[in-house]
């Protein structure tokens, strides 16, 4: 009978068998006790949480688990509170003290990342067996502030760079019992994967930008076209035609000659635009306008009509 344990040169894949009904029950109750408690149960939280995920991913017929203690977790918070709290409320003792709150924790930065990491991997295991962080304040140093540093001299363009050095760090310094992982990462690679996905911001941004003008384009020229078509005076009747794909053109060919006049050609976008609009306008005449003379009716308040000016008030239904 074979057995259930991998053997060496097999492939082991990683499977979690959580399900949506149990850890909804641990969610609910989680979020519902933290509420509760004003925050305070969410150490208690998160180790549950933690614990649910890690004993439910298997791999080469082993599982993890999270030993954290809760209170520990709390006492960091609290701490973490107690730093804030200091630097909110020292700005009443001196100005210049929220800035030397910033510079110490900005200072403690490489510390924390370190003590953070020991704590995560001192409480993980599989099988039994922890998991180890190997400290290193000086290269902690080198890769949080000389990275960050070269990072903004570069104006960002080295963010691969500061990137691969920090997961380098991470997975070196980081062992299974007594054995540490090794990294072979290759700094181009990290360099490619960062600006293809920066390419591909940009590409979704214009995507979305395209979409959003296209929907205010027809949203425009239907509810101009369903006024204009639907409004008479007296038997005289309107009609506007304009097209969604035309105006679209307009707009984006317009916004384009602004852009690159520096704002010089907005008259001419503007004509450009009339011209069009007025050009997709029929009147259908039944009556002679010859028949139509000023009304007798009130010609409204002068000073209703100073205000609405001085503040500009108008509204667009699409006329």
């Known amino acids: ?120 991997m001192r409480n993980t295991s599989y ?45 070196r310094h980081t062992g299974f019992g007594k054995t540490r992982f090794t990294f072979q990462g290759n700094h181009g690679a990290y360099t490619s994967i960062f600006w293809r996905s920066v390419g591909l911001s940009i590409l979704m941004a214009l995507v979305y930008m395209g979409l959003m003008t296209f929907v205010a384009v027809y949203s425009v020229v239907r509810f101009r076209n369903y006024t204009w078509s639907t409004t008479t005076l007296g038997g005289n009747r309107f009609y506007s035609d304009l097209s969604v794909r035309e105006m679209l053109a307009i707009y984006l060919s317009n916004a384009l000659v602004i852009v690159l006049s520096v704002g010089l050609m907005i008259p001419w976008a503007q004509i450009r635009l009339a011209r069009y609009r007025a050009q997709h306008m029929q009147l259908e005449l039944a009556d002679d306008w010859k028949n139509y003379v000023a009304s007798g009716e009130s010609e409204g308040s002068a000073l209703g009509d100073e205000i609405g000016q001085a503040f500009d008030v108008e509204l667009d239904l699409g006329f």
């Open 1 to 120: 009978m074979a057995s259930s344990e991998s053997q060496p040169g097999t492939i082991s894949p990683v499977s979690f068998s959580g399900q949506f009904p149990e850890y909804f029950r641990i969610w609910i109750v989680n979020t519902a006790l933290t509420i509760v408690t004003l925050g305070i149960y969410s150490p208690w939280a998160k180790v549950r949480k933690l614990r649910y995920f890690y004993t439910h991913t298997e791999v080469a017929s082993g599982t993890f688990d999270f030993h954290a203690n809760p209170r520990a977790i709390l006492f960091g918070r609290v701490i973490a509170l107690a730093i804030a709290g200091l630097y909110f409320g020292s700005g009443y003792l001196d100005p210049r003290a929220p800035f030397i709150v910033i510079l110490l924790i900005f200072a403690m930065i490489p510390w924390l990342v370190v003590r953070s990491r020991i704590f995560r």
């Open 127 to 171: 099988r039994g067996v922890r998991f180890i962080f190997i400290p290193d304040y000086k290269e902690a140093f080198k890769v949080y502030y000389l990275a960050a540093l070269v990072t903004v001299l570069s104006l960002s363009f080295a963010t691969p760079s500061a990137i691969y050095m920090r997961t380098k760090f991470a997975v």
